[in-house]
């Protein structure tokens, strides 16, 4: 039996108001979601059922597609929902993207269904399901991770989610990961989902050296806040600062203006160093190499 929403269920307290109405309006797409309907004899899921950290109320079909998409999720990954409620997203993605999935819920009865519903949508395989707490279960090896989850939580979850493989990419239905800007959105009935890329982090004093006809050296200070970099270059005695200066996941680009002249540098870790390619206006392309100072 499909699972039905009950707007008059106690919803937990944890999950904004304003987000009350927007989640009755993603229950009723449940519909739309290919996990319809079959005769389980694991409880359906009751809308609004009260949890720990946050009550059921499922992310709307669409939105799943939608972030699952804007994540680029492929046969490649691992998709972990943090709190799966009826395993909608670690099912999807393994239907949708021949993805593996995995959902961790503290709630049994919700686990027990996310299982069924695995077996009888043939995806049992590549969708499983952890009957855990999200603070206690290990997901570090997640490529891609879902929330949907208020965002006291989200703010737990950060440090963790910031000390994962760079590129791994974190989806939020509604609610932000603190201050961190994602990197792209998604709409549905005017709720937003959000993406977020983790990013390697390159903060520090570099020493740069280029290669080519003319080698050159040069000391860059680099200051990093998520996926934004600051900081400046010193370019013999004068000190420049940097433009265009950003992280997407392991990758670094930042550009110097020098007169007319634009470096722009690209790079990313080997190892201890740095290595990239440098492009500067009217020159071929040259590599570069940089170690910490
Ligand atoms: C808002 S629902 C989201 C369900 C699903 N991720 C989705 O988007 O459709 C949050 C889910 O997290 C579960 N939950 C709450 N606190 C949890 C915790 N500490 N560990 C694991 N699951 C938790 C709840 O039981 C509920 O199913």
């Not at 797409?29 to 950290?53: C, M, R």
């Not at 959902?103 to 395989?125: F, H, P, Q, W």
């Not at 160093?273 to 500067?280: F, Q, Y």
Request: some cysteine; proline content about 7%.
């Amino acid at each position: 039996m499909r699972p039905q929403p009950r707007n008059q269920a106690p919803l937990n307290t944890a999950i904004a108001p304003c987000a009350r109405r927007r989640a009755l309006l993603a229950s009723l797409a449940l519909g739309a979601l290919p996990l319809s309907a079959f005769a389980q004899s694991a409880p359906a899921p009751v809308f609004g059922t009260p949890g720990k950290d946050a009550g059921w109320i499922p992310t709307p079909a669409p939105m799943v597609e939608g972030m699952l998409r804007m994540a680029g999720v492929s046969r490649d990954d691992l998709v972990v929902d943090l709190g799966s409620g009826d395993g909608r997203i670690p099912i999807f993605a393994a239907k949708a993207f021949g993805a593996r999935g995995l959902g961790i819920e503290l709630n049994r009865d919700l686990v027990a269904y996310s299982v069924e519903t695995a077996k009888k949508e043939g995806v049992a395989d590549r969708a499983t399901f952890v009957n855990g707490d999200i603070f206690e279960v290990d997901f570090s090896q997640g490529s891609v991770i879902s929330l949907f989850m208020p965002p006291q939580v989200n703010a737990r979850l950060l440090p963790k989610i910031l000390a994962m493989r760079p590129g791994t990419r974190i989806v939020s239905y509604v609610f932000a990961m603190e201050d961190w800007e994602p990197d792209d959105w998604v709409f549905f009935d005017n709720v937003q989902g959000m993406l977020w890329v983790v990013p390697a982090r390159f903060e520090g004093s570099w020493r740069i050296q280029t290669e080519g006809p003319n080698p050159d050296q040069y000391e860059v200070t680099l200051t990093q806040r998520y996926q934004k970099i600051n900081g400046h270059f010193l370019y013999g005695n004068t000190r420049l600062p940097l433009f265009d200066a950003n992280v997407l996941a392991d990758r670094l680009r930042f550009t110097l203006v020098v007169g007319e002249r634009r470096f722009d540098f690209i790079g990313n870790h080997k190892g201890a160093a740095l290595e990239g390619t440098l492009h500067v206006t009217g020159e071929s392309l040259r590599r570069w190499s940089a170690t910490r100072l």
